[in-house]
């Protein structure tokens, strides 16, 4: 393998035994990842495989493919890895999110119109800090909006801009 390519799809390593890329996350590390921060099965991602396009970017796919890939796009983005702190896309978060049962923080109707705005408010959580899910109550059920990054009482939206939303 020459490298990262940030044109070419190549399917994430199962285990550490297998990885040919210093620095290139394993699938059991994604995984381990997702269930460790946010307790979730790791039957979720049974069916699912993991690719990285160029450096530490991670796409999920409900299928199965030869690798490498040259696609432009391949499922969903997934993580991003090659940093301190991975970070889950919002996609992620509101694809899988549902299931998760830890450092899930639920806003309440004007905190999530705040969040949707792009915008960033203080707030008490008793939880870990770093990349949470933000999520609503709506008819009943805990819905997924996206990504938060919580510091120093502080929730920042991670919401991308062209998703933002005001109301």
């Known amino acids: 393998m020459s490298g990262n390519d940030g044109q070419r799809f190549d399917r ?47 796409w999920a796919f409900a299928d199965e493919l030869q690798s490498p890939a040259d696609v432009e796009g391949l499922g969903m983005t997934f993580l991003r890895t090659r940093q301190e702190h991975w970070k889950p896309t919002t996609d992620a978060v509101q ?15 004007d905190e999530a119109v705040r969040f949707l705005r792009g915008d960033d408010q203080e707030l008490e959580w008793d939880g870990d800090w770093g990349y949470l899910i933000a999520a609503h109550e709506i008819a009943g059920d805990v819905e997924p909006i996206g990504v938060g990054l919580y510091l120093y009482g502080e929730l920042r939206s ?10």
């Open 158 to 167: 991670q919401m991308p801009k062209g998703r933002q939303r005001e109301r």
């Open 95 to 109: 694809r899988f999110g549902r299931e998760a049962t830890r450092n899930v923080i639920v806003l309440d109707d």
């Open 12 to 58: 994430l390593p199962e285990t550490d035994s297998e990885r040919d890329l210093d620095g290139r996350a394993t699938r059991e590390e994604v995984v381990g990842w997702w269930i460790d921060r946010f307790g979730l099965d790791p039957e979720t991602f049974d069916g699912h495989s993991f690719w990285e396009k160029g450096a530490g970017k991670i």
